[in-house]
Every structure is written in C-alpha cells, then in structure tokens.
C-alpha cells in the first residue's frame, strides 16, 4: 500500500497494514465486497452479531467510493489478537473533519448517514483525506467490553 501525504485535517499518516493483510479492488459492485468482509471476518473469529455490523459499515464506506467518486476504490482486511481491522481507499475527499460525528436529522437531505453509521457499529475509526484521496480505517474488537 502507499502512503499518503496528510490532508489538511488528516494530521499524521496511518502506518500501512501489515505483511498479509488482504485486499480487495471494487469498481461496481457491493456484492463482491460484502463477501470478502464477511468470510474474513468469519474467519477470524469476529462473534456473528459482529460480522453483520462490520460487513454494513465497510459496504456504507464502499458505497461512497461508488457515488463520489470517479474511480476505483481498496478494501484492505487484516487481524490481530484483539480485533479485525478493515481499510477502505479511494480518490474522493471528505472536506469536513467531523464528517459522521453528529446524527443527521430524519428529514435531513444530501445524506450523511453512512459515515454516522459507521462510527455507530464500529470501535474506532480513523479517517484521512486530502489532495490524493481519502482513506477511512475501523476497528473492531472481536468482544464488545461490556459496562
């Protein structure tokens, strides 16, 4: 994987997934992402409840990738001892460094949902984006730490 300047709100650069973490390319189609995600996820022993949040959260990021922008997007898979992590790459830009923070209002238009979504179902997520593209990274514990 490159490594991407930071943006103007990017602040430091992710460090690149490991040796043997997993990619995927997506031009068109959800489907084949949703796939690879949930095989992986399965595999690596993420609980079911789990698999099905990580599987709608990476397929929301993918999603964006194919209505923003004009070109491919990456879905990178990897897992350590604590969590699975998943990568999603593009060439859009998110210009807002608080994109997701805040719940769009239920008569809200112009979206904004998926990003909220996605900061709901995951553990942590960590975006990046200017000039060469965005980059959005969340992880996952394979437990919930219950309070």
């Given at each position: 994987?490159?490594?991407?300047?930071?943006?103007?709100?990017?602040?430091?650069?992710?460090?690149?997934?490991?040796?043997?973490?997993?990619?995927?390319?997506?031009?068109?189609?959800?489907?084949?992402?949703?796939?690879?995600?949930?095989?992986r996820a399965?595999?690596?022993?993420?609980?079911?409840?789990?698999?099905?949040?990580?599987?709608?959260?990476?397929?929301?990021?993918?999603?964006?990738?194919?209505?923003?922008?004009?070109?491919?997007?990456?879905?990178?898979?990897?897992?350590?001892?604590?969590?699975?992590v998943c990568?999603?790459?593009?060439?859009?830009?998110?210009?807002?460094?608080?994109?997701?923070?805040?719940?769009?209002?239920?008569?809200?238009?112009?979206?904004?949902?998926?990003?909220?979504?996605?900061?709901?179902?995951?553990?942590?997520?960590?975006?990046?984006?200017?000039?060469?593209?965005?980059?959005?990274?969340?992880?996952?514990?394979?437990?919930?730490?219950?309070?």
């Amino acid at each position: 994987m490159r490594s991407r300047p930071p943006g103007p709100w990017a602040g430091q650069p992710l460090s690149a997934p490991p040796d043997g973490a997993e990619a995927l390319r997506y031009e068109s189609s959800l489907t084949s992402v949703r796939k690879f995600i949930a095989t992986r996820a399965r595999r690596a022993g993420l609980p079911p409840h789990r698999v099905e949040d990580l599987v709608i959260a990476i397929a929301e990021l993918a999603a964006n990738t194919l209505a923003h922008t004009n070109g491919p997007g990456t879905v990178t898979f990897w897992a350590n001892s604590d969590e699975v992590v998943c990568q999603v790459e593009d060439r859009g830009q998110i210009s807002d460094p608080l994109a997701g923070n805040v719940r769009p209002a239920p008569d809200a238009s112009g979206g904004g949902r998926g990003l909220w979504l996605v900061r709901e179902v995951c553990d942590r997520v960590e975006m990046r984006s200017g000039e060469a593209g965005t980059t959005v990274r969340v992880h996952m514990r394979r437990y919930r730490k219950q309070i």
